[in-house]
């Protein structure tokens, strides 16, 4: 089903033809969220972990959904959300597992309402909560989420040993 979206963008569910553009997506937010000295690594591990991505979207092994963001017909970003179990409470929260809006429509306001979208979504399905990831090294998208009341949690260290 197509959601129009205040700005007169649409909002469609992802099919097959769609799938290589959201596996692009999702690997391009993987580099946007890791240092440059991961980001040199990247033909080591990316194609995997898209690859994991990919296959929990086609399972729905966390009721995924993916929309994909269109202007005039055009794919323009996507979002993927889904449910899981909140890992400090144990409580049911929804999940934005992916966002990503083209660089030619950020700042315009259309994540913002990818985000709303989402929120509703899972507020329907009587969720009382949503989690996502931000990469330490994606400050943009740190700010992006704060400024719509997402507040950090914890925080993930990690130390190279090679």
Known sequence: M???????????????????????SIGADILD????????TAPLWLDPIVATAMESIASKRMKDEVMVLRKDGERAGF??????????????TGYILGI????????????TEMLEWAESVLRGKGLASVTLNVGAANADAERFYSGRGYLPRSTV??????
Do not use: N
């Open 2 to 24: 197509t959601v129009f979206l205040p700005s007169g963008l649409e909002l469609t569910p992802a099919s097959e033809e769609d799938m290589l553009y959201v596996a692009g």
């Open 33 to 40: 969220s890791v240092d440059p000295s991961e980001r040199e």
């Open 79 to 92: 979002i993927w959300i889904g449910e899981s179990v909140d890992q400090f409470t144990c409580e049911p």
């Open 100 to 111: 990503r809006v083209d660089e030619g429509l950020r700042r315009t306001g259309a994540g």
């Open 157 to 162: 260290m990690r130390k190279p040993l090679l």
